[in-house]
């Protein structure tokens, strides 16, 4: 497999982790809401427990956004989409020579 293929299944596999972390923090708000309607004085107890919840789930989804860009935007790590990159010390224009000259040509 082409490594910048690779590159860019893993990085839509990794965004899948976002999906996880919405479907995650549906369920935590829906339980607590739940929780909530059938108890309403130990409520505001709990709280604590839903933000604590809600960070670490987000946390979780930002964790796997992060890792789907390092994959597309870091060069080095299973090649560039966009191809090579550029070397690092170019030829002047002088010294590279046109595309079908010779040097029996310049004399």
Same mark, same amino acid.
């Given at each position: 497999?082409?490594?910048?293929?690779?590159?860019?299944?893993?990085?839509?596999?990794?965004?899948?982790?976002?999906?996880?972390?919405?479907?995650?923090?549906?369920?935590?708000?829906?339980?607590?809401? *739940?929780?909530?309607?059938?108890?309403?004085?130990?409520?505001?107890? *709990?709280?604590?427990?839903?933000?604590?919840?809600?960070?670490?789930?987000?946390?979780?989804?930002? #964790?796997?956004?992060?890792?789907?860009?390092?994959?597309? #935007?870091?060069?080095?790590?299973?090649?560039?989409?966009?191809?090579?990159?550029?070397?690092?010390?170019?030829?002047?224009?002088?010294?590279? *020579?046109?595309?079908?000259?010779?040097?029996? *040509?310049?004399?």
């Amino acid at each position: 497999m082409d490594p910048v293929s690779a590159k860019l299944i893993g990085a839509g596999i990794a965004a899948i982790g976002m999906g996880g972390a919405g479907i995650g923090v549906g369920i935590i708000f829906g339980n607590f809401l *739940q929780g909530a309607l059938r108890n309403p004085s130990e409520a505001p107890k *709990q709280f604590g427990n839903l933000i604590f919840g809600f960070a670490v789930t987000e946390a979780l989804g930002i #964790f796997s956004l992060l890792i789907a860009l390092l994959l597309l #935007f870091v060069p080095g790590i299973g090649g560039s989409p966009t191809g090579p990159a550029a070397p690092a010390t170019a030829e002047p224009a002088a010294l590279v *020579q046109p595309v079908g000259a010779t040097e029996e *040509q310049g004399h």
